[in-house]
């Protein structure tokens, strides 16, 4: 009998990440979850199949912990979601404060680093296993008065890449998920701040956000989680080092409202 495959997923108790997690979940998986909110956690640890720690993925020493108690609990890995991020301020470059700057690099961009490096020797133990990185369709454009979340988010393209011809030998794939604008309340707090930052109606931004849609919608969360389980699968085993949108085809994030 096959052993049951086990998934972690970073800030999993909420959002996307707890959509992928109880996706994993319905598909047979184990998983363990981690976030920074402890009453999201204890709220998801109550469904069978899901176990989880209170951990800030920008903290390396956190990060261990994590880890300790992953492995306390679980013996391999066979998927790594990086879904952990924060959208960052919302601003013009010269007015962007610069410990906003580094706490969204930190959680962002560092935040994966440290989970992939200690995920790393658990999915080259077995040879095998997935690394899933939720990037965003702002890794594939220019994105006005979100400089720290692009920049990012563009990083993470570059890891993706890397990761997957560091990996593959091991017959490790990785591969980056593009998320356009997922409807919940995360991209009703970003229009928010883009109306008060641009002085228009939240009715006016979503209204932009739309427009350069190809498909003229924003996505679901459950949308994302489909493809974090094709790539996790055995029909994406041979897909690997890809930055796949699943966006409706965004055209541009160039938000010009002149």
Not at 100 to 125: C, E, H, M, N
Not at 136 to 160: D, H, M, Q
Not at 205 to 232: H, K, N, P, W
Request: glycine share 8%; aromatic share 6%.
């Amino acid at each position: 009998m096959n052993e049951q495959r086990v998934a972690l997923v970073t800030a999993g108790a909420g959002g996307i990440g707890r959509c992928i997690s109880e996706s994993l979940v319905s598909q047979g998986w184990r998983v363990f979850i981690c976030d920074i909110s402890e009453t999201a956690v204890a709220d998801i640890c109550r469904q069978d199949g899901i176990d989880g720690a209170i951990t800030d993925v920008s903290d390396p020493d956190q990060v261990t912990a994590l880890f300790d108690a992953f492995q306390a609990k679980h013996k391999h890995l066979d998927l790594l979601v990086n879904n952990a991020g924060i959208a960052g301020p919302t601003a013009a470059v010269e007015d962007i404060d610069p410990d906003d700057w580094q706490t969204t690099i930190s959680t962002d961009l560092s935040g994966p680093f440290y989970i992939t490096r200690s995920a790393v020797p658990l999915l080259k133990a077995q040879q095998s296993g997935a690394i899933v990185n939720i990037a965003s369709t702002a890794a594939l454009f220019g994105y006005p008065l979100r400089s720290p979340y692009a920049a990012a988010k563009w990083a993470i393209v570059g890891l993706t890449k890397t990761w997957a011809m560091e990996l593959g030998p091991h017959n490790i794939r990785v591969n980056a998920i593009c998320p356009g604008s997922v409807n919940g309340e995360r991209i009703e707090r970003v229009m928010n701040n883009d109306a008060i930052e641009r002085g228009v109606s939240v009715d006016e931004i979503r209204s932009t956000y739309v427009s350069q849609v190809s498909m003229g919608t924003f996505v679901d969360a459950e949308e994302i989680a489909d493809m974090v389980l094709f790539l996790a699968n055995d029909m994406g085993k041979r897909i690997s080092g890809q930055i796949i949108a699943v966006d409706g085809h965004t055209e541009g994030l160039s938000n010009n409202f002149d």
